[in-house]
């Protein structure tokens, strides 16, 4: 159901499987930063006070909410199946046509469907562009591309909305190393040390700029402007595990990386910063992402 017209006010966004981590984080900024614009409509399998309509995704969408605005609708999915889940992940591809079928029944002027770095596998210094050829390492990464190619495929459907797939980094505060940081006790943590220099380095994100980044994409959907099939979400500069530890003052020891480790997941992200030119072409340090978790939540407090 519904919630109330006095916690939400009429949106142009939708989060579908708002109640994850990482959307939760994006509405957290949202609500704290009014900059941003109009906060999502959050839409969520389970109820709860900030979940604005309950549909668990396996049945047909719901009404069209009548929060959303008239027109120029950007619906952002975020549901999906991680291996941590224990829920087969092949369950991504379902999830993903039911947010096509969802958008289209809603009328959206576009859909993004969240997937991920992990499609691209192990990557050079420079990262991995849109148009590369997809190497994943992993079953994660391998349900992701085959969600990708079924996405495609229904979106090529007379009647469907546009869609863009959205490659997303690692999002700071919403898995490693923040995830083991948390956990961490009087043992230090043992990041990998690879032979050629310490590692893991990712493409970082912290959430208060995809927030940013997501207003954007939303505001140019809006303003009826031409989008790509697929983007690339994350910081421009890279950033290494052990760096984001030492900001936090999490004590680790280095361990020899196993050999199915992969050293480099790195994205070029050059396409969106010319859709968000605002972007500092040198955020993504482990300082500036520790800065942004910590500016939409109080959890993480390692330091202090």
């Given at each position: 159901m519904l919630g109330s017209d006095r916690h939400f006010g009429v949106t142009r966004r939708?989060?579908?499987?708002?109640?994850?981590?990482?959307?939760?984080?994006?509405?957290?900024?949202?609500?704290?930063?009014?900059?941003?614009?109009?906060?999502?409509?959050?839409?969520?399998?389970?109820?709860?006070?900030?979940?604005?309509?309950?549909?668990?995704?396996?049945?047909?969408?719901?009404?069209?909410?009548?929060?959303?605005?008239?027109?120029?609708?950007?619906?952002?999915?975020?549901?999906?199946?991680t291996p941590r889940s224990g829920a087969p992940l092949g369950h991504n591809?379902?999830?993903?046509?039911?947010?096509?079928?969802a958008a289209r029944e809603w009328g959206a002027a576009r859909l993004f469907v969240m997937s991920s770095s992990s499609v691209y596998g192990a990557t050079d210094m420079a990262g991995a562009r849109e148009n590369a050829r997809l190497h994943p390492a992993g079953d994660y990464g391998?349900?992701?591309?085959?969600?990708?190619?079924?996405?495609?495929?229904?979106?090529a459907v007379p009647g469907a909305p546009p869609v863009t797939i959205l490659r997303?980094?690692?999002v700071a505060g919403a898995g490693q190393p923040f995830d083991a940081a948390a956990a961490a006790g009087t043992r230090p943590l043992t990041p990998d040390r690879f032979p050629?220099?310490?590692?893991?380095?990712?493409?970082?994100?912290g959430p208060l700029t995809l927030a940013?980044?997501?207003?954007?994409?939303?505001?140019?959907?809006?303003?009826?402007?031409?989008?790509?099939?697929?983007?690339?979400?994350?910081?421009?500069?890279?950033?290494?595990?052990?760096?984001?530890?030492?900001?936090l003052g999490v004590p680790f020891a280095w361990a020899p990386a196993p050999q199915t480790a992969l050293h480099r997941v790195h994205l070029d992200t050059r396409a969106l910063m010319?859709?968000?030119?605002?972007?500092?072409?040198?955020?993504?340090?482990a300082a500036a992402l520790v800065r942004e978790v910590r500016a939409v939540t109080s959890e993480m407090r390692h330091d202090a």
């Open positions: 939708v989060f579908l499987g708002a109640g994850g981590r990482v959307p939760s984080l994006l509405r957290a900024a949202f609500g704290r930063f009014p900059e941003l614009g109009e906060a999502p409509l959050a839409v969520a399998r389970t109820a709860s006070a900030d979940i604005c309509l309950r549909w668990d995704m396996d049945r047909p969408p719901p009404p069209r909410p009548r929060l959303l605005a008239p027109d120029g609708v950007s619906v952002f999915s975020f549901a999906g199946v591809t379902a999830l993903a046509l039911a947010a096509l079928e391998a349900a992701k591309v085959a969600m990708e190619t079924a996405l495609r495929d229904a979106a997303l980094g690692n050629d220099g310490p590692g893991p380095s990712r493409s970082f994100v940013h980044c997501f207003a954007r994409l939303s505001d140019l959907v809006a303003a009826e402007e031409e989008l790509p099939p697929v983007l690339n979400v994350a910081a421009p500069r890279p950033t290494t595990m052990s760096a984001i530890l030492s900001v010319r859709l968000v030119p605002d972007i500092d072409p040198q955020d993504g340090d």
